[in-house]
């Protein structure tokens, strides 16, 4: 880095990634190349199509994601993040495809060339209709999975097409596309089956586990499934209205962190507590740590006890999809 802050260029970055890794970055924005190929042409690969780079990731940025890059624009190529967790994690997600330049723990940089590109593109009127709609199809991918922990491709593409009208080939590539991008969920193949599972779900046996379980699959609309990743669907629970009680009463949480709550505090918790209940709570009193203080134990058990709570109305991989509260019905 220069002292006056500005960033060094786009290829001058790439000469300090290896060459595998300007490989894998090809490979993930489907760009081709020439396997023979020396390490200084692979990066003037990547240079020519910096283009085809941003237009890729504007298919796949969500609503937040793309309030997060006008920032990037307007801050000029430089954001320096404090306790933001959620721009934290997207700028820590184009790091790891080689999209930003990491100056120190808070500083980065979006090269020029780069930048140039998403400042007109941000200009297009239709952008914000088109990422309002990859913000649904991205949490009614996770609506599945959160839901039932892992699913068929084929089952999962009947609910999919009702939104999306890509043939099951099409669909497979953009959902593979997705999951290789964010890294929050896997799609496992088996011969001539495919499925998509959670990401804690780390391999296919344990994800074939879930799927021997006696009973049938909870059928949700994809409106329900969307509503599950978002927890508005939990919205309607006394178990979550509890929750937010407690948590509105003793401390000040802006609208937009009720996400962080969701996807840093909750998530993870019932992920785990779905692959290991030994072991969740102690997962969730150290996501409490992290994220919360509190006066005495009491009212962290408090805590701990109210989103116990709440995982028996969320939906059970064990039971299919059905809550542990209906399946005992």
Same mark, same amino acid.
């Given at each position: 880095?220069?002292?006056?802050? !500005?960033?060094?260029?786009?290829?001058?970055?790439?000469?300090?990634?290896?060459?595998?890794?300007?490989?894998?970055?090809?490979?993930?924005?489907?760009?081709?190349?020439?396997?023979?190929?020396?390490?200084?042409?692979?990066?003037?690969?990547?240079?020519?199509?910096?283009?085809?780079?941003?237009?890729?990731?504007?298919?796949?940025?969500?609503?937040?994601?793309?309030?997060?890059?006008?920032?990037?624009?307007?801050?000029?190529?430089?954001?320096?993040?404090?306790?933001?967790?959620?721009?934290?994690?997207?700028?820590?997600?184009?790091?790891?495809?080689?999209?930003?330049?990491?100056?120190?723990?808070?500083?980065?940089?979006?090269? !020029?060339?780069?930048?140039?590109?998403?400042?007109?593109?941000? !200009?297009?009127?239709?952008?914000?209709?088109?990422?309002?709609?990859?913000?649904?199809?991205? !949490?009614?991918?996770?609506?599945?999975?959160?839901?039932?922990?892992?699913?068929?491709?084929?089952?999962?593409?009947?609910?999919?097409?009702?939104?999306?009208?890509?043939?099951?080939?099409?669909?497979?590539?953009?959902?593979?596309?997705?999951?290789?991008?964010?890294?929050?969920?896997?799609?496992?193949?088996?011969?001539?089956?495919?499925?998509?599972?959670?990401?804690?779900?780390?391999?296919?046996?344990?994800?074939?586990?879930?799927?021997?379980?006696?009973?049938?699959?909870?059928?949700?609309?994809?409106?329900?499934?969307?509503?599950?990743?978002?927890?508005?669907?939990?919205?309607?629970?006394?178990?979550?209205?509890?929750?937010?009680?407690?948590?509105?009463?003793?401390?000040?949480?802006?609208?937009?962190?009720?996400?962080?709550?969701?996807?840093?505090?909750?998530?993870?918790?019932?992920?785990?507590?779905?692959?290991?209940?030994?072991?969740?709570?102690?997962?969730?009193?150290?996501?409490?740590?992290?994220?919360?203080?509190?006066?005495?134990?009491?009212?962290?058990?408090?805590?701990?006890?109210?989103?116990?709570?709440?995982?028996?109305?969320?939906?059970?991989?064990?039971?299919?999809?059905?809550?542990?509260?209906?399946?005992?019905?």
């Amino acid at each position: 880095m220069k002292k006056d802050n !500005k960033v060094t260029s786009y290829k001058d970055y790439l000469e300090s990634v290896n060459k595998n890794e300007i490989i894998k970055m090809l490979e993930t924005f489907h760009i081709d190349y020439n396997k023979n190929a020396k390490k200084q042409e692979l990066i003037q690969n990547v240079m020519d199509n910096v283009n085809a780079i941003v237009t890729f990731t504007l298919n796949l940025f969500q609503i937040d994601e793309y309030h997060n890059i006008r920032l990037f624009v307007k801050k000029k190529g430089k954001l320096v993040i404090k306790v933001n967790y959620l721009l934290r994690n997207f700028i820590t997600n184009l790091e790891r495809h080689h999209l930003v330049i990491k100056k120190d723990e808070k500083t980065f940089f979006l090269p !020029k060339e780069l930048l140039d590109i998403y400042k007109k593109e941000l !200009k297009k009127k239709r952008l914000l209709d088109k990422i309002k709609a990859t913000t649904d199809e991205y !949490k009614l991918i996770l609506g599945f999975v959160d839901a039932y922990g892992i699913i068929d491709f084929n089952k999962f593409h009947e609910g999919y097409a009702k939104l999306y009208k890509l043939p099951k080939e099409k669909a497979l590539i953009r959902i593979k596309d997705i999951a290789n991008f964010y890294d929050e969920f896997k799609v496992y193949e088996d011969k001539n089956k495919i499925y998509i599972a959670n990401e804690q779900i780390d391999s296919l046996k344990k994800g074939k586990s879930l799927l021997k379980k006696i009973g049938t699959f909870a059928v949700y609309t994809n409106e329900e499934l969307i509503s599950i990743y978002d927890f508005t669907y939990m919205m309607k629970f006394k178990s979550y209205k509890k929750l937010m009680k407690f948590i509105n009463r003793n401390y000040y949480v802006e609208k937009g962190n009720f996400k962080i709550i969701n996807k840093y505090v909750l998530k993870p918790y019932l992920t785990m507590y779905q692959l290991n209940p030994d072991g969740a709570k102690e997962v969730l009193s150290s996501l409490i740590d992290m994220y919360f203080e509190f006066n005495n134990e009491k009212h962290k058990d408090k805590f701990i006890g109210l989103v116990e709570k709440l995982a028996l109305d969320y939906p059970s991989w064990d039971t299919k999809g059905c809550s542990e509260k209906d399946d005992n019905n």
